[in-house]
Structures are given as C-alpha cells and as structure tokens.
C-alpha cells in the first residue's frame, strides 16, 4: 500500500482513537483502515496501537510515531501547495487563538481587515483564557502572553504587557492605601485562576523576588470578573495593563505598588508554518504584527 495513505489512515485512528471514527472521517471501509494499520505495523515491525473490543490505545511507540507522521503530513501538503501555486493567494481556512480580553481588543480589529482584505478565506477564532495546544486543537496562529516554553513552534515578539495591582479610588479611601507588598496581608485581595493563582503574587525584578502569600476573597475564573469586582471597590486585584487600561484612563481604577512590580511580561505570535509557509498565514501574521506593534500595551 502507498505509505501516505498508510500514514494518514493511523493519524485518524491515532487521534480518534477508533477504527469506526477514523473510517467515516476517511471515507473508507472499516476494514479498510483495519488492513491499513495491520500493514503500517508490519512494515515497520512495531506495534502501534493496543487494540481490544472496547477500546484503541496508542504504545508508546505509537504515540511518538503520530506526532513525527503529523509533522510529516502537514509539510508534504505545503509542499504541494507551494509547487501548485496556492499560496500565490490566501485562500482556505485559518485558526486563530487568543486570550479573551486581548482578542477582543486588539485581534478582532486585525481579522476584520484580513477577511475585508483577502475575501477567500475563513476564518474561526477562538478566544480562551487557558493556554491551547496549537498542533492538537488545530490552530494556525496564537497569541500567548507571558514566558514561552521549550517548543517547535515559530514565536514572533510584539510588544509586552505590565503586570499591576489595581483598586477603586472608593476601596482605597475606606481601607487605605498599601505602601509596600506586605500591607497587602491587611486587604481584600480579588483573585484569578488564571492569572493569580492562589500561593500568592511575585513582586521585583531580582534573582530573588518577594513573595506575597494571600487567601483571596473572591476568586474569579474570568479577568472580566476581576475587573468588574474591582472597579465595583470590593478589593485589590493583579491585572494585565491592556485589560484596565479603559478603567484606569476613567479614573475607575488606579494602580497600586507600581515600584514593586515584576519584569513585563513578553507577548508572541505563534505559529506552525515549515519553511514552505502557506500565504493565508504569512499575510495574517504580517498583519497582526504590524497591528501589535502599533498599540501602546503596557
């Protein structure tokens, strides 16, 4: 059998993780992905998947030969685009992934003016406050805030973004204000999971920062929720600089400490693109760069 069908047959029981699903996504016989996967395991002389009536699993070997035959995969279809002239003009769908508030503000703008620019694609935004995983959720570009793991991926710096303590003016005249990391022991501290977890708030610039431990009094999954919550004077909260900037231009809220706050925090563009690039992607990113670039975020 032709080994890049072999390869796509196992990548769609690999990440169903079903014979049945991965037949209706290809359009082929059960038995056929069947045959097909017998036939990529006897050819490289390892099992792939551990099979039984209820369940498909991959082996360990399995597991790290997906991810290889996805990367595969993916540069032999740009590849083909490149030599037929696809990517002459963008076209297709494309996946993009923000955090909430930032695409909102500054993503939703730049997509807008892509789609009116290049009326051949579509694309699908996905706008989380938790970090996706670009290769299995199938994203094409992301915004990450903050420190970047070891990866594969292509990151693109645009700017970054102050990490500040925020409260209402109304808060600060009934309980005071806090003139070092340690008073904040003596405040209502608004909390979120996402940004200021519940050990406590780092602050300075040092090899050795201090660390402030606290029990929040709200807790909030949404930065949303933190900003409402804190504009409303129910406490101190530790929020990204683009995400009050409204509320601090309105005097609403005023920012706390500023002389104890940790080094800013770097904002990247993502992406997966090899050496061939598909144009839908090279044209949104040039975009959204220039766009990131132009606003004062922190």
Excluded at 222 to 234: C, E, Q, R, T, V
Aim: proline content about 5%.
């Amino acid at each position: 059998m032709d080994q890049i069908h072999l390869m796509k047959v196992f990548v769609a029981v690999g990440e169903l993780e079903s014979f049945a699903a991965a037949a209706r996504r290809l359009d082929i016989s059960p038995a056929a992905v069947t045959r097909a996967v017998s036939a990529l395991e006897e050819q490289l002389g390892v099992k792939l998947l551990l099979r039984t009536t209820r369940s498909v699993r991959l082996t360990e070997a399995g597991g790290r030969y997906l991810e290889d035959t996805r990367h595969i995969l993916a540069s032999i279809h740009e590849a083909n685009e490149a030599a037929a002239g696809i990517n002459a003009t963008p076209r297709g769908d494309l996946a993009v992934t923000a955090p909430i508030l930032f695409g909102k503000k500054f993503v939703m703008p730049c997509i807008v003016r892509y789609l009116q620019q290049y009326p051949e694609v579509d694309v699908s935004a996905f706008f989380l406050d938790r970090v996706v995983n670009m290769v299995e959720e199938g994203m094409d570009v992301a915004v990450r805030i903050g420190p970047l793991p070891d990866s594969g991926l292509k990151a693109l710096r645009v700017g970054r973004v102050r990490r500040m303590l925020c409260a209402s003016p109304d808060y600060l005249a009934r309980h005071g204000v806090p003139k070092h990391p340690s008073d904040l022991a003596g405040h209502a501290i608004i909390g979120t999971t996402n940004l200021s977890p519940r050990a406590g708030w780092r602050f300075g610039v040092t090899d050795e920062p201090t660390l402030v431990r606290m029990k929040p009094r709200l807790t909030v999954t949404s930065n949303d929720g933190a900003i409402a919550a804190a504009s409303g004077g129910l406490g101190i909260a530790r929020l990204l600089s683009y995400q009050v900037a409204d509320e601090l231009a309105s005097g609403q809220l005023q920012v706390l400490l500023a002389e104890y706050e940790e080094a800013p925090w770097p904002i990247h563009v993502l992406h997966r693109e090899s050496k061939y690039g598909s144009a839908k992607v090279r044209a949104f990113i040039d975009m959204l760069a220039q766009g990131l670039r132009d606003q004062q975020l922190d």
